[in-house]
């Protein structure tokens, strides 16, 4: 189920839906808006949809376009400047594109966990870190190759940060360091 509520604009106030509908066949991992209008999601049965929430019917909004990145079902997604990211339970992380309102298949990286991704978050639109099964960071930068249409992309590009939690690692974030738009912390 995807569900989008408006919230209250000051504490004690009362939320309300403003939509909610079945958009996947499976449990939805993630969903993000890309732009005003536009929603993103991405779910267990392995699709990346986007969504046009003006065009809303009877409760559902307009499928604009589809795509399935990946063959198992996707746990995270994070969209920067048109450049989607998935990770999935299939161990890999994909790239798509947005543009012109359809989603096109980018490249791929399958060999940067050992089993399930879960998070995965654009430092800019060039690197990405990942966090996945056994506690393990990645952090790659996509210029540098290795991200090939049907992946192979565990090499060249990628930081291996082995071992920074005892158990699997569940989310990744940047934060930015002032000053330095290039640089910036990692969370997990």
């Known amino acids: 189920m995807v569900t989008v509520l ?19 066949k499976g449990w939805v991992g ?50 920067a400047g048109g450049r989607v990211l998935t990770a999935s339970k299939d161990g890999t992380v994909a790239l798509s594109m947005l543009a012109d309102d359809c989603l096109r298949p980018g490249a791929s990286w399958d060999e940067l966990h050992s089993g399930v991704i879960k998070s995965v978050c654009w430092r800019d639109g060039n690197v990405f870190a990942s966090a996945g ?33 005892d158990r699997d690692a569940i989310c990744v974030r940047w934060q930015p360091r002032a000053g330095d738009p290039s640089a910036g912390l990692l969370l997990s």
């Open 30 to 79: 993630n969903v993000q808006f890309a732009g005003d209008q536009r929603l993103l999601s991405a779910a267990n049965d392995g699709q990346l949809v986007l969504w046009d929430l003006s065009k809303a019917r009877g409760g559902r909004p307009r499928l604009i376009s589809q795509l399935e990145p990946q063959s198992g079902g996707i746990f995270a997604m994070h969209e």
């Open 133 to 165: 099964r056994g506690g393990n960071l990645r952090v790659v930068d996509v210029r540098a190759g290795g991200g090939g249409g049907g992946g192979g992309g565990g090499g060249g590009g990628a930081l291996d940060i082995e071992g920074a939690h």
């Open 6 to 24: 408006g919230m209250p604009g000051q504490a004690g106030g009362e939320c309300a839906e403003l939509l909610s509908f079945k958009g996947h």
